[in-house]
Structure formats: structure tokens, C-alpha cells
């Protein structure tokens, strides 16, 4: 659906959407454009919880397609237990005008909208000012969500349309008055910022984190301003430089958070991912599942057993004759990563058997791996339900940013990446051998990197990584490097291909608004 078209059909069509979850039955969205609505505050909490449910289910293509699928650690083609690859042109950076990979934004404005319409219907009215602390913390979430998917959209293509409001409440129901040509970049990042701010001011000291982290909170902002910041620090964009004070708001934040009692690291990295330990200290802000609900993604990673049991061999050189996984039945090898990945990780370090499940050709040979990470857990009918949490922020996450941010200050990088690293080898753990010390800037960056596409595997990291880390403070984006590469082939993008940090827009897309222009390069 084009974003004209969404527009209208969020606001007034008669069969709009209904948002659905364990506890929430919303009516149609033209109600909530009527005067029957947003009367009272169980009303506008309810409103919100359909907010989240949409958070959760677009988690997936925010992070995986978006953040990591370009990243240079996925195959494509066809899967080592020859299954078909999913998401080739993307995962290959095959991407042309007439090949964008995604549609319509990615989906992302029909969220902006439901952002947009409870701030239009909420702030600056009786209710809010009978209610103040109660809506205040709904406005504050609404704020920060609404920065989250502009961020996506600013990192994703650049200057893109800026709609702050629902026009079709003003008044604005003729389809020209309805199109919106993309804002420019600067224009964009300062709306994101601006956002940021008054999320922050409405949640003012309160630090309450509900729903066991499944719903935005005051630190949920924070780490999302530390990220927007730091982009803004390291990253040009046309109009868009960086400010001298963004490196030092991005510390501010991430400071905030890692002196934050509430937050820490697991003990274990396994320990993270545990659905008996949802809501644990490691996690700041989380995409909820749960068996009976939603689930996660993870499915499209894993073996499917006839692919599998009685064809591969393990480690210790035997058929595998099981179900190792505990699949019981469930999955299909839809994405796989690099081999490469793999080899990154040191036999001592835990992470690597947590993340993944490798298995073995007849004659010893490395032949590929499935996920291990996050699979949920078998049921009480004997069923894999895969409903672990996505993690959207944990702390390892503000750890290896402020590594970033040391870095750029030519700080203490070690003090940051070897927290992590300690936690990985557990009991291995020999600083001498394993730890990491100091360099110059590309080696540093490079070992950060490295760090996080170890921690963060399938956790949408790897593509926006890439984009913003440097070579050098001023040097390319490790999409260039080739020291940053998984495919044997060298860097991510070549340097004649720098349009491709950004995503062209598609066809329909672009044929319905007139104002539109696409992406340079493409």
C-alpha cells in the first residue's frame, strides 16, 4: 500500500486494521479519529498496548532485514542443507531502482501514524492535564517510539518525508494537500533529536519499567538517544554533520544507563536468552513472545530434520542420528550465516556454542551452521515454541557503544570491549591471552566490530555497525574495509558504490506522490 493511500486508509477507512493481542480487542482506527474516543485513560493505555503489539511484530524487519540481512555475514543462494535462501538481492546488496528489496517504507509510516495520532488527540487537553503523570509517561513513550521508527527510516534512506501530524483530522482529505516530499537529512535527524528530547521531559524522573521490559520506558530512550547521537557524531549525511556536542550526549547517555544499579551483565551469555529469565538484568528493552501469543522469527534459522538427522556429522566426527536441537519437527533453513562467522570465535569462548550448532561433511569438513541462539523451548506438549525474547537494547549494547565513543576520544577502548569479552569466556577467562589492549583507531574499530558481530548475532546490529564505524575519525565506513568482510571476497561495498549505504525507494512507492525523488545513486 502507498504512503497516500495508508494515510487515508489508517484514518478513515471503514474496515481499517484491528490491532489484536492476549489482552487487547481495539476497534477500527476511524473510531479513534472520532470524538468517541480517547475519553478516558484506560482508553489511550489501551491504544498503546496496540502500539507495542505493532513494535513486536515489526521487530523482525526492522532488525534483521534492515540492520543486519546487508551486514555481509548471511549466505544467500541456497542453505548448506540445500534449502533456498530467503532475502538474496538484500543479503547480496543486489539493490537497484527496480529492485529494492522492501516496499512502502518498509511498512514504517502506518506506525508513525498510530504515534501521531495519540500525541494529536492526547497532548495539550483535559485529560492529559487531569492525568498529568499517567499520560505523560503515554506521551513520552509515544515520543520515543515515533524517534525509534524516524531512526530506522533516517539510517534506512536518508531524508524521507517528515509527517509529525494526521492530516485527514486537520481537514486535509484531497489527495495533493496529502503528499509529502522526502525532508532533508539535517531536517530529519533534528526532528529525531526533538523527539528524543520531549520523550525524556515526559518521562521526567520516572524510571519505571513495565510489562518485565516488553514496554518503552525512560531507559529505552536513553539507549536510543546514545545511538542516535553517536550516528550523528560519526556520520555525514548530505545536510547532516555532526554537532560538536553529540559525541559528548551520546557518553551522557550511555553513562546514564551503565551507572544504572537496575542494569548489568548476565553472568553467562546463555543465561540471556533463557525464557525462564525473561526480564533479566542484561535487557533494557525487549520484543515480548510467548507460547500461546507470538513468536519469534528463529525458525527461518534452524535445520529441518529430514535435511538434517541421518545426512550430517558432528564434531566428534559420528552421524548425527537426532534431533539435536529439539526441533521436534519445527524450522526450515530459510537464512544461514558465513562459515567465516563461525571461524571468528575461539573454542574457548561460550558464546560460540550458544550461538551456534555446526555440523560436519563425512570427511571432517566444515559444511555449515544453524542458529543455536534463542530458540524458545519445548513445551509441555512436547512442541518447540520459539518465543524468546528479541532483545532491542541490553547492556552489552551500551558497553560496546561507549567503546565507540572511546575510541573517537582515543580513550580506553579495552576497559569497555573486555567486560564483554570476560563475560564470553567465562571460566577461560586469562586476560593476558584473551584480552584485548589498546591500538590505533582502525584496529580498535576493527576489534570492536569483530566483538559485536560475536555478541550480537541475529540480534539486527551488523548492517547499521558497518555504516557508521570508521576506518578512521574521518575516514570511510567499514562497509568499504576489507578487513571487515566474511564472504572472502573483500569489503561489504565496493567504494563505487557508496549509494548503497542507503536503500532506493520503490517503484509504486515513488509513482504514488508526485513530490517524491529518489535516493541518489539509484
Known amino acids: 500500500m502507498n504512503l497516500k493511500k495508508t494515510i487515508i486508509n489508517t484514518c478513515i477507512a471503514a474496515s481499517a486494521v484491528l490491532y489484536t493481542s492476549c489482552d487487547l480487542d481495539l476497534v477500527p482506527l476511524d473510531y479513534y479519529g472520532s470524538g468517541s474516543y480517547w475519553k478516558t485513560v484506560s482508553q489511550v493505555e489501551s491504544y498503546m498496548n496496540g502500539i507495542h503489539v505493532d513494535l513486536r511484530a515489526s521487530n523482525f524487519n526492522r532488525q534483521f532485514l534492515l540492520g543486519e ?69 503515554l506521551l513520552a513513550q509515544a515520543y520515543g517510539i515515533r524517534a525509534l521508527h524516524y531512526f530506522t527510516l ?25 503528499y509529502t516530499p522526502r525532508s532533508s ?93 525473561k526480564g533479566n538484568k542484561e535487557m533494557i528493552m525487549v520484543a515480548r513472545f510467548a507460547d500461546g501469543e507470538a513468536t519469534n522469527q528463529a525458525s527461518e534459522f534452524v535445520y529441518a530434520q529430514p535435511n538434517f538427522v541421518n545426512t550430517v556429522y558432528g564434531r566428534d566426527g559420528n552421524l548425527i542420528t537426532g534431533d539435536t536441537l529439539e526441533l521436534k519437527g519445527s524450522g526450515w533453513q530459510r537464512n544461514e550465516y558465513e562459515l567465516g562467522l563461525w571461524r571468528i570465535f575461539d573454542a574457548e569462548d561460550t558464546r560460540r556454542d550458544a550461538t551456534f550448532l555446526e555440523y560436519y561433511l563425512a570427511d571432517g569438513s566444515l559444511m555449515g551452521t544453524v542458529l543455536k541462539k534463542n530458540l524458545g523451548y519445548v513445551n509441555s506438549n512436547n512442541t518447540r515454541v520459539f518465543c524468546g525474547d528479541e532483545a532491542i537494547y541490553r547492556y552489552a549494547d551500551a ?56 555478541e550480537f548475532v541475529n540480534e539486527g546490529k551488523r548492517w547499521f555497525d558497518i555504516c557508521r564505524m570508521k576506518d578512521g575519525k574521518n575516514g570511510k565506513a567499514l562497509a568499504f574495509c576489507a578487513e571487515s568482510g566474511y564472504k572472502g571476497n573483500g569489503a561489504v561495498l565496493k567504494e563505487s558504490e557508496s549509494h548503497k549505504l542507503l536503500w532506493p525507494i520503490d517503484v509504486t512507492t515513488l509513482n504514488a506522490d508526485d513530490t517524491l525523488e529518489q535516493t541518489p545513486g539509484y
Open 154 to 178: 533516517y539510517r534506512t534512506f536518508g531524508g524521507v518525508p517528515l509527517i509529525e501530524r494526521v492530516k485527514v483530522l486537520d481537514g486535509q482529505v484531497d489527495v495533493e494537500t496529502l
Open 185 to 277: 537529512a539535517k531536517t530529519i535527524m533534528d526532528f529525531i533529536k526533538s523527539d528524543l528530547a520531549k520523550s525524556l521531559e515526559y518521562f521526567g524522573s520516572d524510571e519505571t519499567i513495565k510489562s518485565n521490559k516488553a514496554y518503552w520506558s525512560k531507559a529505552a530512550t536513553t539507549m536510543l538517544a546514545a545511538e542516535v547521537y553517536l550516528w550523528s557524531a560519526k556520520v555525514s549525511l548530505d545536510d547532516q554533520t555532526p554537532a560538536s556536542d553529540d559525541l559528548s550526549k551520546a557518553k551522557g547517555y550511555l553513562n546514564t544507563i551503565l551507572n544504572d544499579s537496575r542494569f548489568g551483565l548476565c553472568d553467562n551469555f546463555k543465561e540471556i536468552w533463557d525464557v525462564t529469565n
Open 69 to 137: 540481512a546487508r551486514g555481509g555475514t548471511n549466505k544467500s543462494g541456497t542453505s548448506s542443507l540445500i534449502t533456498s535462501i530467503n532475502y538474496d538481492r538484500i543479503k547480496e546488496n543486489n539493490l537497484d531502482a527496480d529492485n529494492t528489496g522492501i516496499s512502502n517504507w518498509n511498512g514504517t509510516y502506518g506506525y508513525i501514524f498510530d504515534c501521531n495520532l495519540l500525541i494529536q488527540e492526547v497532548e495539550g487537553t483535559a485529560l492529559q492535564e487531569e492525568n498529568a503523570s499517567t499520560i505523560n509517561y
Open 399 to 454: 558497553l560496546l557503544l561507549m567503546a565507540e565513543v572511546a575510541n573517537m576520544e582515543d580513550g580506553d577502548v579495552a576497559f569497555y570491549l573486555n567486560q564483554v569479552r570476560k563475560r564470553a569466556y567465562g571460566s577461560n577467562w586469562n586476560e593476558a591471552k584473551y584480552g584485548y589492549t589498546n591500538s590505533d583507531f582502525k584496529t580498535n574499530e576493527l576489534a570492536i566490530l569483530a566483538e559485536k558481530d560475536k
